[in-house]
């Protein structure tokens, strides 16, 4: 097997190389409920220099993440491994695309020695897309799984995954490394696949999450969307129906942002009203918890989150008893 190397610097190389001749998109401004502090704090200065002397890449500047600056400071970062080229091309997403370079055998080590020099009750660990490699990425995921279970054992562990689209047996690969908690985003409806995430597919994601549950009916599972890209209400609606058919445990709802004008624009600010509205109707179909706001990531105040979600769980069953 040959590799091939990309030797292009970081800085000629387009970050975003195919949706360079695409039209300018009008970007909106912002609502004030959006604004956030730019990231200046001591807290932050520091969780920086621990992932830049561990040879890192975090989600949370890759995809240029608004709360930074909050979740830097409390020493808390998602990690993202397999490199920082993803092989698919996202109409919403700021990661760079193009050919990945070669996977860094050092990276499993390097994640648990951050995780504990960091003292990181819970960790969330992400990936770009690697459809290159024939497992997708999910051997290096369970690598790295097992590392923080060997450096910090007390550590829980959350896992966002791409899907393993055409991958056979990768997410059992993933599972069976027994993270605490599973997480794969659907993004958004359906109907805004072909020009959102052209390179997924909605009904082989809500299939995952469902696998997930059939492999470990133990595991907590986990999904994610973004809206105000131009879906309809009862299209959100019946996408947690169709979470609820998998058994998800918990949702996440969060406003999309618009990273350049070669993106798909922001249809919509969904107002904090909405979301409250969303989150209250999400309960009433069964999920053990819902995170809907404007700022909600995938990992943001995903810690306590855990907790919440464990707690919750009790809580179900002692009423079920």
Same mark, same amino acid.
């Given at each position: ?9 970081? $800085? ?5 190389? #195919? @949706? ?13 409920? %959006? ?12 969780? +920086? ?14 995809? =240029?993440?608004?709360? %930074? ?39 499993? #080590?390097?994640?648990?020695? $951050?995780?504990?020099?960091? =003292? ?6 992400? *990936? ?14 369970? #690598?790295?799984?097992?590392? %923080? ?14 899907? !393993? ?7 059992? %690969?993933?599972?069976?490394? +027994? ?34 549950? #059939?492999?470990?009916?133990?595991? !907590?599972? @986990? ?53 409250? *509205? ?6 009433? @179909?069964? !999920? ?11 990992s943001y105040h995903a810690g306590e989150d855990f907790a919440r979600l464990r707690a919750a769980r009790v809580a179900a069953l002692a009423k079920r008893s």
């Amino acid at each position: 097997m040959v590799t091939v190397l990309d030797r292009v610097s970081v $800085a000629a190389r387009p970050r975003h190389p #195919e @949706k360079a001749h695409r039209p300018d998109q009008e970007v909106l401004r912002k609502p004030d409920w %959006i604004r956030v502090k730019a990231p200046v704090s001591r807290g932050y200065l520091e969780t +920086r220099e621990i992932v830049k002397s561990h040879h890192l890449v975090t989600v949370c500047e890759e995809a =240029g993440c608004p709360n %930074i600056g909050e979740c830097w400071d409390k020493k808390h970062a998602t990690f993202m491994i397999l490199g920082e080229i993803c092989t698919r091309a996202c109409a919403f997403c700021n990661v760079a695309t193009g050919l990945p370079t070669a996977l860094d055998p050092d990276e499993p #080590e390097n994640v648990a020695k $951050a995780v504990t020099k960091m =003292g990181l009750s819970h960790v969330v660990v992400t *990936s770009v897309d690697r459809d290159d490699l024939d497992d997708g990425g999910a051997h290096h995921f369970a #690598e790295v799984i097992r590392a %923080i279970r060997h450096a910090s054992p007390a550590t829980t562990i959350e896992v966002l995954t791409p899907d !393993f689209l055409r991958k056979e047996g990768a997410l059992e %690969i993933v599972v069976e490394a +027994r993270p605490d908690v599973f997480n794969h985003n659907l993004e958004t409806v359906p109907s805004n696949y072909l020009t959102v995430r052209p390179g997924a597919r909605y009904f082989h994601s809500i299939r995952l999450l469902q696998r997930v549950k #059939e492999l470990d009916p133990s595991m !907590f599972t @986990k999904s994610g969307i973004m809206v105000g890209l131009g879906e309809e209400r009862n299209e959100v609606l019946q996408l947690m129906d169709d979470l609820r058919t998998a058994n998800v445990d918990f949702l996440t709802i969060g406003q999309y942002l618009q990273p350049s004008k070669k993106h798909h624009p922001v249809k919509k600010f969904v107002t904090p009203e909405e979301f409250k *509205s969303y989150e209250t109707i999400a309960y009433t @179909k069964g !999920f053990l918890l819902v995170s809907a706001s404007p700022l909600t990531r995938s990992s943001y105040h995903a810690g306590e989150d855990f907790a919440r979600l464990r707690a919750a769980r009790v809580a179900a069953l002692a009423k079920r008893s």
